[in-house]
């Protein structure tokens, strides 16, 4: 699902897996205030490879959060630097609409 209003997130996210992904286990994804991941929120659990897509809950608060961080991991560690998307939420107003109801 998605979610619509303004100042909380909600929806899937995908992303395209590393060209060289031969190590790579599973996925990780935060919520952040900053690309670097400082004071990060995982969100879910890990997302095992092969699977390029995880959701963010309805009604999930998006203060203080700016960014959608998702790190990779290997069977030693959790990638250090995350490949990071700035989040836009945004809110619009339908004017003027029209519904003919033809039952």
Same mark, same amino acid.
Do not use: C
């Given at each position: 699902?998605?979610?619509?209003? *303004?100042?909380?997130?909600?929806?899937?996210?995908?992303?395209?897996?590393? /060209?060289?992904?031969? *190590?790579?286990?599973?996925? *990780?994804?935060?919520?952040? /205030?900053?690309?670097?991941?400082?004071?990060?929120?995982?969100?879910?659990?890990? =997302? /095992?490879?092969?699977?390029?897509?995880?959701?963010?809950?309805?009604?999930? /608060?998006?203060?203080?959060?700016?960014?959608?961080?998702?790190?990779?991991?290997?069977? *030693?560690?959790?990638?250090?630097?995350?490949?990071?998307?700035?989040?836009?939420? =945004?809110?619009?107003?339908?004017?003027?609409?029209?519904?003919?109801?033809?039952?």
């Amino acid at each position: 699902g998605q979610d619509l209003d *303004l100042g909380d997130l909600g929806g899937n996210v995908y992303w395209d897996p590393a /060209p060289d992904s031969s *190590l790579v286990m599973g996925y *990780l994804m935060y919520l952040s /205030p900053d690309e670097a991941g400082t004071a990060r929120s995982q969100v879910g659990g890990e =997302v /095992p490879f092969g699977k390029n897509n995880a959701s963010i809950p309805a009604e999930t /608060p998006r203060a203080p959060h700016e960014n959608i961080l998702l790190y990779s991991r290997s069977s *030693l560690a959790e990638q250090t630097t995350p490949a990071a998307l700035a989040i836009e939420d =945004v809110n619009t107003l339908v004017t003027n609409f029209t519904f003919i109801d033809q039952d």
